[in-house]
């Protein structure tokens, strides 16, 4: 049985001398390191690119109908907000991630919190609309964007189309490290990611848990959902200090939304110390994890690891760049089989 610590050697090609060495970091979820996938010319060709082709600011989006974006976070149901029940507010309605003292800051220059008692009751908070307080974090976040959730710039590129030799080097070399078939990898997201000081993505999931709407492959881009079953992240530089990607709960007996909330540990830009496993991003390392378990009837695409939830902590000095492969798949396993053998008769061709 495969435990935390067992090290595994990849040979990329016959009679290669000297191994890639994967390393299990976690089992839930079920996580590998494995330095020396990139060398630094490859890495810096995939800086370059992203820096000629532009890189664009990173937005996280919210699919929630507009009138349900706002939900006040009033979890003792006494028809007021504390200071904490006002941060998980915007923290789940407006993914910003303010400290206690932003929040009273907040209060002070809107004037929403009349006696000054930290509290905001029902009477103040009809005078300060999510309208108003969306108007005051904008503002806000121009002199302070890291309290956004992410922060960072970020280029798209797309293997299926992709005749960049370096590219499709390193696609071969995915699939066979995460013993995928090419056609997998093909029609998988890939994103270039710069984080310069201070950039950090908050603690968040790759993929998203089974529901009514269908996942969100080629022929289904309208209303779906992302279905990414496995992560695959290449650091492409050596990061001066922080950066590390991490893992708030790996190893958990269990996932308990409260106790991530009470201890924040989705703020990675502030408490990344408080995540169990950290990363340390390194020069042509790939780290590997899976965002679901396989479906024991269909050995394909199964229920959601919660484990998996992760994200970048602040870089606090130089920058980073990295770069993810997401590779996705549906619960329909025929459906992504007939696609696969359609990608491979097209590369035949």
Known sequence: MIQAGDVKAIYLDEGTAN???????SLKPLLFEIHNVLNAEE???????????GLQKSITTNKRPEHERFVLAD?????????????WTIEGSMDIYLDDEDILEMYRKTNVDKNEDGII???????????HMQAYLSDFLKNQPEKHSRFSEQLWLFPRNSTDEVFQSLQKRISKVTELAPEIIKKSDFQVVRYDKKGHYNAHYDSTR????PC?????????????FMTALAYLNDVEEGGETAFPVADNETVNVGVIKDKQLLNLNKYCDRANLKIKPELGKLVIWYNHFLDPDTDWLGEMDRHSIHGGCSVTSGEKWIANFWITASHDKEKDLEQMFKTLMKDEL
């Not at 191994?19 to 970091?25: E, I, N, S, Y």
């Not at 089974?210 to 709407?213: G, V």
């Not at 080629?218 to 779906?224: L, M, S």
Request: aromatic residues 6%.
């Open 19 to 25: 191994p890639l060495l994967m390393k299990t970091l």
């Open 43 to 53: 890495c810096a060709h995939f800086i370059n690119v992203a820096k000629e082709k």
């Open 75 to 87: 979890y003792d149901q006494n028809q007021e907000l504390s200071v904490e029940e006002m941060r």
């Open 121 to 131: 009751d029902e009477v103040e908070l009809k005078s300060f609309t999510p309208k």
């Open 210 to 213: 089974k529901s009514n709407l």
């Open 216 to 228: 969100c492959v080629e022929e289904h881009q309208g209303d779906c959902r992302i279905c990414r």
